[in-house]
Each structure stands twice: as C-alpha cells, then as structure tokens.
C-alpha cells in the first residue's frame, strides 16, 4: 500500500458561494518504494476531522470571558479546556505518482448555538491550533498492474494554525455587522406582539429597549409604564401557561 503523508498548506475563504465556506488546501504526499520508483495512485477519497486544539493558545482576559459560555470560567478551565471537534468533511483526488494537491471545503455558520462559532466569535486575533484526523481509501495499482484498494488509517494527522481574521472575514462578507439568534417559536411571537404594541420600527429598538427595562430592573429603579406593561405582559403568559 502506498504511503501517504498529509499536509495543510493555507487556507481561503470562499465569496462566490451562496452559505459561508473555508477551503483548505491540503498537500499529499507518496513516499516512494524501495525500487526508487513510484506506485501510482489511481484515485483518493479523503475523509477528515477537523478539531479545535482549544488548550494550544494563549487567551487575554477579554477572550477568557466571553468563552465562559464554552469552558466555564478559568478556574475551571483545568478540567473543561479540551480539544472541540468542528466538523468532519471530505474529498476526493484523481491519479497522482509523487504528490497533488487538493481542497477540503469546510462549511460555516454565525449560528452562535454551534459551539464552533461561540468558539471563533470569542477571539479577538491571533491563530486558532487546528488538528486534521484523516482517513479514507486509496485506490491504486500494485507491482503487477493489478487495482487495489486500501484504507487509510486514523494515525495519518497534521496541524494547521489558522488565522482567526480568515474566519471573520468570510462571516463579515456573507453577514456584515449581523448575528443569529434563535428562538423558541411561541418566544417568537411574544416578541413580535411587544414590538408591535410598542410601535418599534426595528428588531435592534426591539432589544435595546429590552435591554433598558432589564438594567432598570436590575438596578432597582421604579418601573415607568414600558417597564410595568412589560411586567404585566409577562405575568398574563405565566397565566395562561399554567
């Protein structure tokens, strides 16, 4: 069987496609055999998990806090800063002697539910460890001209450090200046019957104004009459809930 080393040589955002993509160009390389000559491999089909190497970074004190969502706090960071998978993709490449190159496409999402995402969106800069697991199958021609097929085993791995500023900008290019957040259906509705109720032209008022009524509680204010509509709003689901 041929030997295969891999390796990740860079990485590009994609801006032609319709959904946020990374394609990552990998490197394959066939060690040649004892005779000096190379095998060719006739085709290759590439499977790879993509995992964080979360603990292989330094973090600022601004990124330790908005990754408490993903590892808790610091404190706690000896026993919950573990590498995170990301995603699993594949490929495939035509015959090749010596080495070719081919693109992994990793698909993307601003959903910030995915802890991928919570994961990038938390850093400010710098790079992002990644390991690559491959495995697959290679389909190639023995010293008699036969067809074979083999796998590749889980031990063929490399690393990559990708740039943060990569990621962002393929999240800024498909949504500038946006995030998600998803809602239950019937919170949904709850937002949208307040919005309307309070005349705001937009989703951002929606919550700012949100926000306001929730630091005037917190803070001990007396509730004016958005915040006391609110209240009674509030205390009407409750009602018809239970």
Known sequence: MPELDFQVSGVEPVRSGLTPLLQFRVRITKAPVQSGQFETVQALILQAQVQIQAPQRFYSPHEKERLRDVFGTPDQWGQTLRNCLWVN???TTGAFMESTETVLSVPCTLDLDVLATKYFSALQGGEVPLLFLFSGSVFYR???GRLQVQRISW???CVYRMPVSVWRELMEFHYPDNAWVWLRRDVYERLCAYRRDEGLASWEQTMELLLRQAATYDSGVSEGPETSRLAE????HLEVSG
């Open 89 to 91: 993709a594949n490929t």
């Open 142 to 144: 023995n010293a008699d």
């Open 155 to 157: 031990e063929k791995d």
């Open 233 to 236: 709003a509030d205390a009407a």
